[in-house]
């Protein structure tokens, strides 16, 4: 019987990401469910940017490494998807990094959705976004943003 190398399991690639201040530090585990440019006008408020980039994750693959008593949130009622969020900065610069749904079950099931702005991670993820929401409120510079053409799974 000839015996090779033992099978290798795929282990998540684990990321970091911080606010400006690196006071708040977290950790993202494996791929993100979906990613969504948007283009609303809240997202561009809150980041001052022509647009935001959301990574979507599940609860248990999202982990705060430090300063998590330094995350304050603003309680956002009037998004573009009437979808009330959550959005948690750092209160010492201001940095965005997390969007919460204030909707805890959502098509019958417990919605333990994490959203990560991606631009907060420590390094440039090899991720493509899988769409681009409210196009109609892009700024007008704004073009040739390359999505996937697979289905997000959300």
């Known amino acids: 019987m ?14 970091t990401g911080s606010c400006l201040c690196r006071a708040v530090k977290y950790e993202v585990t494996g791929e ?16 001052g940017a022509a647009f935001m980039t959301n990574g979507f994750f599940k609860e248990s693959q999202v982990r705060i490494l430090a300063g998590e008593d330094m995350l304050k949130f603003y309680a956002d009622p009037g998004t573009a998807s009437g979808t009330p969020l959550n959005r948690y900065f750092c209160g010492n610069c201001g940095s965005n990094v997390f969007l919460r749904s204030q909707i805890k079950v959502l098509n019958g099931k417990k919605n333990d959705l994490h ?7 420590d390094e440039v993820a090899e991720w493509k976004p899988n769409t681009e929401i409210f196009k109609e409120q892009k700024t007008h510079f704004v073009t040739g943003i390359e999505v996937q053409t697979r289905n997000p799974k959300l």
């Open 2 to 15: 000839a015996s090779g190398p033992p099978p290798t399991s795929a282990v998540p690639v684990a990321r």
């Open 32 to 47: 993100p469910v979906t990613i969504r440019v948007c283009h609303c006008g809240n997202c561009k408020k809150a980041t």
């Open 115 to 121: 959203i990560v702005a991606l631009g907060t991670l």
